[in-house]
């Protein structure tokens, strides 16, 4: 690299457009930010023991934000709650992490539950959501004392069947799905509260006679830049509660608002800084606590849970990666390819990364493209993005990729990569291993008669 310098380099003219505002809030898109290490290791350091690419996690950062969105509302509310969503990211550490800080287990899914419980989570530190319950996992949930809160009504009969095995009534509770004024309304979870759906959900539970409404659900959606969308949906909770109540005498025990805060990431389509966009969690907390004390009956406090995922974790994970090659497309763009792409960055396709570089790069900044290993067209990690003349062997690190990336990530094409963590002392700890041909073939059967020393030579 120090040979750079003298490289060639297309001569470019640029206009200047000193004193003009730009519609970048400030940050001028000639400039690429350079980060070196992240939590105080080096990038080189790192790439060297575990190769690249490579997943990061900070667990200072990862605290830091846990504890302050926390502390957002537990300074605000008496008695709340915080169920970690699995399926934002259900590497062990990170849920361990996340446990150990006090949250409990928020899963959607058999694979979920079954995680859950073998990192030692108990029942009664578990919420089920989601619209698919298998039967045994319902069973299993009922035994464990996990809250569950029902989706739809093949689910009510089934823990109706349930509670006839067991002889006894089971507190449950129901999601809704309600007009926030978030658009598009997420309407294929559970009962819809405006249409009166929710209300003969609970009438059926009630006419069953085996099942006990104790708590209400509802998750508006995510990234959601609106702190006033949730106070209209507590408000709407709430007043579905008191409505029950006063029907059945059934008292909410519980108001779980879901998940949905936004992180620090920039959507694609917005062009601030997330600082300039991204409301406060305070915020949120003064929307939904206002809204709580204003619509709770005097001396009734149910417990208010959240299940925020990409909030929590997206700033803490980053992703190292390397130019594999450097091209000039036909139009003369300057084109990269890197050894990350879409397999790894699933978000890429709604995110517009915050990528840096791994080390200083000398040169003018040059819209660039910077492709994925995968041959395929649409593996795009950054589609215009100012960059010097990057060299091969160099690194990027793209951040705010904590969230659904490392569930969401594919099994396709190439092997997954080591994530590590970095521990508030500094340390680097491998949390997750590369993956070999092992894993990738573990599960498949190659009948005999397809062994290769039996088909004729190709
Ligand atoms: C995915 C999910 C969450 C977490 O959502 P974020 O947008 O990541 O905060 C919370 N609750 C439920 C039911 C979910 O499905």
Not at 69 to 92: C, E, H, I
Not at 342 to 360: A, E, H, K, M, R
Request: with cysteine.
């Amino acid at each position: 690299m120090s040979t750079a310098q003298y490289t060639y380099e297309k001569p470019m003219i640029r206009r200047l457009n000193s004193g003009l505002m730009n519609k970048f809030a400030g940050a001028s898109p000639n400039q690429r930010k350079v980060k070196s290490e992240i939590a105080g290791v080096a990038v080189e350091d790192l790439v060297a023991a575990y190769g690249s690419p490579l997943f990061v996690y900070s667990e200072k950062t990862l605290r830091r934000k846990f504890r302050s969105m926390k502390q957002a509302f537990a300074t605000r509310y008496p008695d709340v709650t915080f169920g970690w969503s699995y399926k934002t990211n259900y590497l062990k550490a990170i849920c361990a992490i996340l446990h150990q800080e006090g949250a409990i287990a928020e899963l959607v899914s058999k694979m979920e539950y079954e995680k859950a419980k073998a990192l030692g989570i108990e029942g009664k530190n578990m919420i089920l959501n989601g619209p698919h319950k298998p039967f045994a996992t319902l069973e299993a949930a009922v035994r464990d004392g996990v809250t569950i809160n029902i989706d739809h009504l093949d689910e009510i009969e089934d823990l109706e069947a349930i509670a006839t095995q067991i002889g006894q009534t089971i507190a449950v509770g129901i999601r809704l799905n309600l007009d926030a004024g978030i658009q598009p309304c997420w309407s294929r979870f559970g009962f819809n509260l405006e249409s009166g759906q929710a209300m003969e959900a609970v009438h059926r539970i009630v006419s069953g006679g085996k099942l006990q409404i104790k708590g209400l659900h509802s998750h508006i959606g995510t990234f959601i830049m609106e702190p006033e969308a949730y106070a209209r949906q507590v408000e709407k909770m709430i007043e579905f509660g008191y409505a029950i109540e006063s029907a059945y005498g059934w008292r909410m025990e519980y108001i779980d608002i879901g998940g949905g805060f936004p992180s620090r990431s920039r959507l694609k389509g917005t062009y601030h800084a997330a600082e300039v966009l991204t409301p406060a969690i305070d915020d949120y907390a003064d929307a939904i606590c206002d809204a709580m004390w204003a619509n709770l009956k005097s001396g009734h406090t149910p417990k208010l849970i959240l299940e925020s995922g990409r909030a929590v974790i997206d700033e803490a994970g980053s992703l190292i990666t390397s130019v594999c090659s450097t091209k000039r497309l036909p139009d003369s763009t300057r084109a990269y390819v890197l050894d990350a792409g879409v397999n790894l960055l699933f978000t890429s396709f709604w995110y517009n990364f915050d990528i840096s570089l791994g080390q200083p790069v000398n040169g003018e900044c040059e819209q660039s493209v910077l492709y994925g290993p995968m041959c395929m067209n649409i593996d795009v990690i950054a589609e215009s993005i100012a960059l010097p003349a990057l060299s091969r062997g160099d690194r990027l690190v793209v951040s705010t990729v904590g969230a659904y990336n490392n569930t969401q990530w594919l099994q396709f094409i190439e092997y997954r990569p080591n994530v590590v963590l970095i521990t508030e002392s500094g340390d680097v700890e491998l949390i997750r291993e590369a993956e070999d041909l092992g894993d990738l073939e573990r599960r498949e059967r190659l009948p005999a008669r397809l062994a290769i020393a039996h088909l004729e030579k190709v």
